[in-house]
């Protein structure tokens, strides 16, 4: 091995060192393997038939890098630079006809209480790795996933990609992300396809690498063979498909080769298509908390092959069933209206025959949960920049909204009324359109309001919005607060609040359902005998007695359906039990899973 400086180069607008550094690729045997891999994260170089390699490595990078090839196992995929001797040792591993793995993402913990069922998970699925698709969350969560979620913890092997809460300022030691998990951006083999991370386009902090570094690495990486890929990182590449890749030559243009991208960041679970690629992009919510959209903890189990994605679905912690996902369908004029993931609108008639369809605007995350609505002839569908206004009859977009973007989708339904289209965002809080215009008449600054999921109701000629422990009732045309009425406790969930006329019904986290006096707020009764959840819905929380689907009343009886899986029939007046029926599964007046945007 040697290690010269060679010389000073201007690149990308700045004067740069680099080393012409070598080393070798050999069996454990000392036998030289030719055609091998090995990148210092910018440039790239292939061992010759002696299984020797030479690089101009750039200055200031931390590793040398094997790209892992199929057929083998490196007893090191990397080496840091100050050791000085970059001699990478492989052991031959049998090929498979197929690769599984286990994603997950956002544990952002410091606790450990989910690694049992990941590792019960993966063995089950036999899985040949899991992956960790970032944001772990500052220290001391970086340094303790390290030490306990790794491959001799879990039996098999374990890979991180950076995320935006991954990317802070380094510990007082000095030390970083890199000193604890390795290189931010690195590839690897299993059985005929490539496994690609991606880098993060921001952070706490200021980046700590040059974005358009890891857009020239992944060209050169692409350049030097033919395989498949499949793409695995914190968030989708410029968060729309295609992916947005920056080089220092333009955009990298992903191809056919292209299997999936499987990423995180978003605590949801849903896929999304292009009509550009064949492949899809799959996000996976959390594995150790309910998402922000109200996802229960997940899993994902995927099975590739060379010629594709075999099996991608998710797994519910805690939870055997898998259910999947459609937002609520609007009726009227004898057709159903629905709007999917991805923001696609489409009419149907009673035989199921497509009329027409209307392409979203937007790129395609968030995903869109929002139902969609009907009134006066008017279909109004889609979530912030892509919520818009359609003739029933024709399919033409009448308006769409340019005033609000949102954050988050909407767990609710639009709603309509007096003039009004009603709808939210989560971590954004309540909306207003005019309905025959489209322009934005209010938008509440609350910030217990910014956390709404629950379909805004009309009753009593006002609305009547969920906060996180709030009901709010608002003035349809001004949004003016007219009342606030605080329970307490967390009400964040997707159940809105109905009315008998003398009361308010308002459903919980954890605190079962309230029955208030309309007028005053007074708490009349309090129904809490529901069971632990199936599965745990509420943001960023886990093990509640949440009620997340919509009650209903009829002769006096309020129906409650739980998570816990049983729908409870009270009476209306004082709560009393007088029902009580077992379903089978989490009631959560939607389905959760995968949401699969339609192309």
């Known amino acids: 091995m040697k290690f010269l400086l060679l010389l000073t180069a201007a690149f990308a607008g700045a004067a740069l060192f680099a080393a012409q550094i070598s080393g070798t690729v050999k069996t454990a045997d000392g036998a030289p393997l030719p055609g091998m891999l090995v990148t210092d994260g910018i440039s790239w170089s292939e061992t010759g038939g002696d299984g020797a390699f030479m690089i101009d490595a750039r200055d200031g990078q931390r590793f040398m890098i094997l790209h892992e090839p199929t057929g083998y196992r490196a007893a090191r995929r990397y080496i840091p630079m100050k050791e000085g001797k970059f001699d990478f040792v492989l052991s031959p591993v049998p090929v498979k006809p197929e690769t599984r793995f286990v994603q997950i993402a956002d544990t952002e913990t410091e606790k450990f209480g989910f690694l049992d069922e990941l590792k019960d998970k993966a063995a089950k699925y036999n899985a040949d790795f899991i992956v960790h698709t970032g ?3 500052r220290w001391p969560a970086i340094a303790l996933h390290a030490e306990k979620l790794n491959t001799q913890t879990m039996g098999r092997d374990v890979f991180y990609c950076v995320g935006n809460h991954d990317i802070v300022t380094p510990r007082e030691d000095g030390t970083d992300y890199q000193d604890y998990l390795g290189p931010y951006w690195y590839s690897f083999e299993r059985n005929g396809v490539m496994f690609i991370t991606t880098a993060m386009h921001y952070g706490e902090v200021a980046l700590p690498y040059i974005l358009e570094d890891y857009g020239d690495w992944l060209a050169g990486l692409l350049k030097r063979t033919d395989k498949p890929y499949v793409l695995l990182g914190h968030n989708l590449p410029g968060q729309q498909m295609p992916p947005v890749i920056p080089s220092h030559n333009g955009n990298v243009k992903v191809d056919d080769r292209l299997l999936g991208i499987f990423f995180g960041h978003w605590h949801a679970n849903f896929d999304l298509g292009c009509p550009e690629l064949k492949a899809k992009a799959y996000c996976v919510a959390t594995p150790n908390k309910a998402g922000i959209d109200h996802d229960p903890a997940s899993y994902r189990m995927v099975t ?40 696609w609108t489409r009419a149907f008639d009673a035989e199921g025959n497509q009329i027409w369809s209307v392409p979203p605007v937007r790129a395609g995350i968030p995903p869109s949960r929002t139902g969609t609505a009907f009134a006066d002839g008017v279909v109004y569908a889609g979530f912030g920049i892509d919520l818009k206004a359609i003739d029933a009859a024709t399919g033409k977009v009448l308006w769409r909204n340019t005033e609000w973007s949102g954050s988050h989708t909407f767990l609710g339904d639009i709603t309509v009324a007096d003039g009004v289209v009603v709808s939210g965002s989560q971590w954004g809080g309540i909306y207003a359109n005019d309905a025959a215009t489209g322009k934005m008449l209010w938008h509440p600054k609350i910030e217990d309001l910014r956390f709404t999921t629950a379909t805004v109701t009309c009753f009593d000629g006002a609305f009547w919005a969920k906060g996180l422990k709030k009901v709010y009732k608002l003035a349809p045309k001004t949004g003016e607060v007219l009342k606030v009425y605080d329970l307490g406790t967390e009400i964040q969930t997707a159940a809105p609040v109905i009315s008998d006329g003398k009361n308010i019904f308002v459903a919980s986290a954890d605190s079962g359902v309230f029955a208030l006096d309309k007028n005053t707020g007074a708490k009349v009764w309090q129904f809490n005998g529901q069971g632990p959840g199936l599965v745990t819905t509420t943001p960023y929380r886990t093990n509640l007695r949440g009620i997340e689907a919509p009650m209903s009343l009829y002769n006096g009886r309020l129906y409650v359906q739980a998570m816990d899986g049983f729908l409870y029939e009270l009476d209306a007046a004082d709560g009393k039990l007088l029902e009580k029926t077992w379903t089978g599964m989490p009631l959560a007046g939607w389905h959760f899973g995968d949401r699969a945007g339609m192309r």
């Open 304 to 343: 590739v092959t060379p010629e594709g994605i075999v099996d991608s679905h998710v797994d519910h912690a805690g939870y055997a069933g898998k259910i999947e996902f459609e937002s609520t369908p609007a009726y009227g004029n004898g057709m159903v209206f629905r709007c999917d993931a991805r923001g």
């Open 135 to 137: 944001d772990i969350c």
